[in-house]
C-alpha cells in the first residue's frame, strides 16, 4: 500500500464519508451507516511503481440527491477522459470536467487536485479541475496522470481536520464524491492503467 507512512498518513487506504472531500482516515470508531456514501482510494507500490484510484459506494438506502452526486462525479472523470490525448493540453481536460459539475449545479474543490505518478507517488504536473482549455501542460504520449475531481454538493470552500492534519472536509458540510482513474496518453489517446 502506498499510503502508509506516506508523509506521516496512518493507514494503507483513504475512506472519506459523506462531507469528507478527501483523506479520510479509517477507524474502528467510525462505522458506515445505511445512506452513507463513502469513497476508498487504494494506491499501490509494486516493483517501484505506483497505481492510484479510487471509487464512490452507496451504503444501503442512499437519498435520490446523494446517488446522483456519485453518478455525475463518475460522469465527470469520462467528461475529461475524452479530451486526453496527445498533444492536447492539461486544461482541455481540466475545463471539460469543470464545465460538466457546473452544468450539473454543483462545484470542484479548487485546492486539490490530481498529480502525475509513476516512479514516485506524487510526480508534477499538478493536476487542476478549474483550468482553462489550451493551457496546462502539454500531453504527450508516455505521460501518466490522474483524474480525480473531487465535486461537492455546495459550494467548493474546504477545510482540513485540524485535529489529524489530514481529512478535508467541505467548508459548509455538504456532501462530496470523487472517483479517481490513471490515465496513459498514448500515441493515439489513452489507456486507463488503474480504475
Not at 471539460?96 to 486539490?112: H, I, L, M, P, T
Not at 496522470?145 to 485540524?162: H, L, R, Y
Request: hydrophobic share 35%; charged share 25%; glycine share 10%.
Amino acid at each position: 500500500p502506498a499510503p502508509l507512512n506516506f508523509e506521516g498518513f496512518p493507514k494503507s487506504v483513504c475512506t472519506s464519508i459523506n462531507n469528507e472531500v478527501c483523506h479520510g482516515i479509517p477507524s474502528e470508531d467510525v462505522i458506515i451507516k445505511d445512506g452513507d456514501i463513502i469513497n476508498v482510494d487504494v494506491s499501490t507500490n509494486l516493483n517501484g511503481y505506483f497505481s492510484d484510484s479510487s471509487r464512490m459506494f452507496c451504503i444501503g438506502n442512499v437519498s435520490e440527491e446523494n446517488r446522483k452526486l456519485v453518478e455525475e462525479t463518475k460522469n465527470a472523470v469520462y467528461e475529461g477522459l475524452k479530451q486526453v490525448k496527445p498533444w492536447g493540453f492539461l486544461g482541455d481536460m481540466g475545463q471539460a470536467v469543470n464545465d460538466y459539475v457546473k452544468s450539473k449545479g454543483y462545484s470542484v474543490v479548487r485546492e486539490v487536485g490530481g498529480h502525475g505518478i509513476g516512479l514516485e507517488f506524487h510526480e508534477d504536473p499538478w493536476v487542476s479541475y478549474i483550468s482553462k482549455k489550451g493551457t496546462e501542460m502539454l500531453m504527450v504520449p508516455g505521460m501518466i496522470f490522474t483524474i480525480e475531481p473531487m465535486v461537492n454538493a455546495g459550494k467548493p470552500d474546504i477545510f482540513v481536520d485540524e485535529d489529524n492534519g489530514w481529512t478535508i472536509y467541505t467548508e459548509d458540510n455538504s456532501m462530496s464524491a470523487q472517483w479517481e482513474i490513471q490515465v496513459l496518453v498514448t500515441e493515439d489517446g489513452y489507456e486507463i492503467i488503474a480504475y
